[in-house]
C-alpha cells in the first residue's frame, strides 16, 4: 500500500475531517479532542472564522483522512504544533512524517522552532516528539502539560 498523501486542507474536506474525530478511541479523545475542542477548532477553517494564523494539512488515503497535523500562531517566530493519526495508522511511526511535513514548512519560512504541549500521560505522544527531536521543558500551564519545543 502507498504511503497517504499530506497536502494541505482543502475546502471539500470538511465531511473527511468531521469522520476522522469520529474514528477516535476514547484515550485520543481524551487527549486531543476533549469537549470536542479540536474538532471545533478544525471546522474553523471550513466556516472562516479563524483567530489565530493557522495552517493545517491532512493525510488522505483515498477518500479517508488518516491524519492532522496543524500550526497556529504562524505569524509569529515559534508556531505552536497539533497532530494526530488514525487509529489504524498508530505505532507505525506515521506522527514522524506529518511532524516533519510541518517542520519543512516552519524551515522555509525561516521560523525559530515548534512550540506545543501534550498530557503527563500521553506517553505516545511524547515518545514520539523526542524522537523527532524536541526538547522537554517543563510543565506548562493551568493543566500541567508538559511543554516541548523544537529547536532550529
Ligand atoms: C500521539 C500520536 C500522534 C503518535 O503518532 P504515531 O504515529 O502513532 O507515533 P509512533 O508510531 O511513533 O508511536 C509513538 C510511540 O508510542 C509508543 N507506543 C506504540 N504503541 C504503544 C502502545 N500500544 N502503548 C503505549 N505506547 C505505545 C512507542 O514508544 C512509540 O515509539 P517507538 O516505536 O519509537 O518506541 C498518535 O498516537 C495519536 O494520534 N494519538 C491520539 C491523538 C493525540 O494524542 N495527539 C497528541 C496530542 S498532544
Given at each position: 500500500m502507498p504511503e497517504p498523501e499530506i497536502r494541505l486542507i482543502r475546502m471539500d474536506d470538511r465531511e473527511r475531517v468531521v469522520r476522522f474525530f469520529a474514528q477516535m478511541a476514547p484515550d485520543s479523545r481524551s487527549f486531543f479532542n476533549r469537549r470536542n475542542g479540536n474538532l471545533n477548532w478544525a471546522l474553523r477553517y471550513f466556516d472562516g472564522t479563524d483567530r489565530q494564523a493557522m495552517r493545517r494539512w491532512v493525510a488522505v488515503e483515498g477518500d479517508e483522512m488518516v491524519g492532522y497535523v496543524f500550526l497556529w500562531d504562524?505569524?509569529?517566530m515559534i508556531p505552536w504544533l497539533g497532530i494526530a493519526v488514525a487509529e489504524r495508522m498508530?505505532?507505525?511511526?506515521?506522527g514522524q512524517k506529518l511532524i516533519e511535513t510541518a517542520e519543512a514548512w516552519c524551515r522555509s519560512q525561516g521560523k525559530g522552532g515548534i512550540l506545543l504541549t501534550t498530557h503527563m500521560a500521553n506517553v505516545r505522544a511524547q515518545a514520539l516528539y523526542e524522537r523527532c527531536g524536541f526538547e522537554r521543558l517543563g510543565v506548562y500551564g493551568a493543566n500541567n502539560e508538559l511543554l516541548y519545543l523544537r529547536r532550529f
Open positions: 504562524t505569524d509569529t498508530r505505532g507505525r511511526h506515521f
